[in-house]
């Protein structure tokens, strides 16, 4: 039986971006394991509909929303709204 390793999250877009820090990720994973996501706050992306923890205890909730991360993302989402309207 294979285990799938833990990814890394990355800021930015592909070849460009950083590793979230290590001690996010441990509060992250420490989080699902003590059952504090059961509880917490969720929103729902605008693009596919996925709920994402609004805060986790120790992580900035800046980077919980993928598209705070993401400054060309966030950018062509915000210029292809204008474009729609």
Known sequence: MTIP???WRWFGRY???KRIRLPYTRKII???HSGELLT???KKTEVFGLEIPTEID???SE?????N????CALALTT???QSV
């Open 63 to 67: 980077i919980l929303d993928p598209i």
């Open 69 to 72: 991360t993401v400054s060309a």
């Open 15 to 17: 070849g460009v971006g």
């Open 30 to 32: 420490d989080a699902i």
């Open 5 to 7: 390793r833990w990814r």
């Open 80 to 82: 292809s709204r204008h």
């Open 58 to 60: 120790g992580v900035p």
């Open 40 to 42: 917490a706050n969720y």
